[in-house]
């Protein structure tokens, strides 16, 4: 397989010959139902070695090696008729879902899938490139791991796509602290192309797999929702890279959407782990599914008070939030008490700008408790900018290098130059307000009030002067003009 940003440019390039395809957006969407159709397919070559009794759900005719493998195959006319005509509505509509698990997860693929693509021409020489790729082999599959996260780099820059998209480096802080174990239930309720999934998966493989049994429960223990069809696309193609052939438990709804009341002990996870969408409203009525005292339509909100609720006792959390969530009033402070008084809140990470950048510049922090007893006190930690850095951008993204003092602190927890406690009563006293800044900072500029006023005075009367010889400059200057 070739350069990894050259077959993305090279397959790029291809696409913008094409008059159907219209932005990122909508190259994105076209590249994974072909990515996953091909992933399909390998994987099914491995498991018909494996089984003799192996059937695919799909067709023969719809199977990859059979219309798409051939490099001299069908093309033009033919190759577009084909996927418009057949591959298209028998997946969406035809696909019986008796045929198993693996049928659904294609079925529901399909539903959020849209060939956008005009030239069968251009979609034959598309389909050569991803053919490169043997998701079998894994220097090919950790190759594509680099080329699927700049695909999710792309969706930044796709319009509000950019909204699910995490950066790794705070994914795997995220996952490195909370540490899910061998059993554990982990969600993402609202999980956009399943970037926290996917590290989870890796962090659990890395340090508790020894069997293929644990291997088998690693893949069971992954759950996923995501409202919109590009990104929940990208998600369940995310996870059948990771290992999880059939992931029917990412799914494609709106966790918002079930009645706050109907959530019950088998909904319940040890571990949730998320990013949900803040600066947005909810559509009218998703605010009736929560009790009266929580009701708003602002999504990040909503999910906090939903997370609390679906976490175990003694299940443990790290959410991003804006920080507006921090310092809001009103039913943000009820939101709050009952995160205080539900669970222990005992880390609040303080993200710099541009984190997220170019999606948003809105100031975020990451949110750390474990559900079941209420909270003593709340420790903060500063995460500085690196040396020389002073703030992120798409070219220059923060690096996972950067926790590494977060890391070293976290089990030995002493107050330095970025973190401090707080006791829980001056939160409560303070109206609950989470938003509170760094008392160790030292201003090395500090200057008594004193001269500083005395330095304004100076000013202030430099600017006078300045003033009277503009305007002395200017009556001469019309006086010159008179007499002329």
């Known amino acids: 397989m070739g350069n990894v940003s050259g077959i993305i440019k090279s ?11 219209d932005g990122d957006a909508q190259r994105i969407g076209q590249l994974v139902w072909m990515f996953f159709l091909k992933i399909v397919d390998d994987r099914e070559a491995e498991q018909e070695l494996l089984d003799d009794d192996f059937q695919s759900p799909l067709p023969d005719r719809l199977r990859w090696c059979n219309w798409a493998k051939d490099s001299e195959g069908m093309t033009g006319d033919e190759l577009q008729s084909f996927v418009d005509t057949d591959l298209f509505p028998t997946t969406l509509t035809e696909l019986p879902t008796t045929a198993g698990p693996q049928a659904v997860v294609i079925r529901n693929v399909f539903q959020d899938a849209y060939n956008y693509m005009k030239s069968g021409t251009l979609m034959r020489q598309v389909i050569n490139k991803i053919n490169e790729i043997d998701f079998n082999s894994t220097e090919d599959r950790h190759m594509f791991g680099d080329i699927y996260e700049q695909i999710l780099k792309d969706l930044q820059s796709a319009g509000n796509a950019g909204e699910f998209y995490t950066p790794r480096a705070v994914t795997q802080f995220m996952v490195d602290m909370v540490d899910p174990l061998l059993d554990d239930k982990v969600l993402d309720p609202a999980c956009g192309t399943g970037g926290f999934l996917a590290c989870a998966i890796d962090h659990k493989r890395r340090k508790y797999e020894k069997s293929a049994e644990d291997r088998t429960t690693i893949n069971g223990s992954i759950y996923g929702v995501e409202k919109k069809a590009l990104p929940h696309l990208l998600a369940t193609t995310n996870m059948i ?14 966790t918002l959407n079930k009645s706050y009341s109907d959530y019950g002990p088998k909904d319940r996870v040890e571990v949730i782990l998320t990013n949900p969408p803040f600066g947005g409203m909810e559509e009218d009525g998703i605010e009736n599914n929560f009790p009266a005292t929580f009701r708003t339509r602002e999504t ?3 999910f906090l008070v939903l997370i609390i609720n679906l976490l175990k006792k003694d299940g443990r959390a790290a959410v991003v939030l804006p920080d507006g ?8 402070t009820r939101i709050k008490e009952k995160l205080l008084s539900e669970c222990n809140l005992h880390t609040i990470v303080r993200l710099p700008n541009g984190v997220f950048n170019p999606y948003t510049g809105i100031k975020t922090n990451i949110l750390f408790f474990d559900k079941g007893t209420k909270t003593e006190s709340v420790w903060y930690y500063e995460h500085p900018y690196p040396e020389g850095v002073k703030s992120y951008n798409k070219t220059k993204p923060m690096r996972i290098e950067e926790f590494e003092p977060e890391k070293a602190w976290w089990n030995n927890r002493v107050e330095n130059e970025f973190a401090w406690q707080v006791p829980v009563q001056q939160i409560i006293d303070n109206n609950y307000n989470l938003d509170i800044s760094n008392p160790n900072v030292v201003d090395a500029e500090h200057t008594p009030p004193s001269v500083l ?21 200017l009556a001469e200057a019309l006086s010159n003009g008179d007499g002329a």
Do not use: C, S, Y
Request: aromatic fraction near 4%; charged fraction near 30%.
């Open 325 to 332: 969530t921090l310092f809001g009033e009103g039913i943000k």
């Open 241 to 254: 890279l990771h290992g999880i052939d059939v992931p029917t438990n990412i799914r494609h709804d709106n």
């Open 300 to 302: 990040a909100d909503l």
């Open 11 to 21: 397959i790029q390039d291809i696409m913008r010959k094409d008059v159907g395809v």
């Open 453 to 473: 006023l005395k330095k304004f005075e100076a000013n202030q009367e430099a600017m006078m002067k300045t003033q009277e010889q503009l305007k002395a400059i």
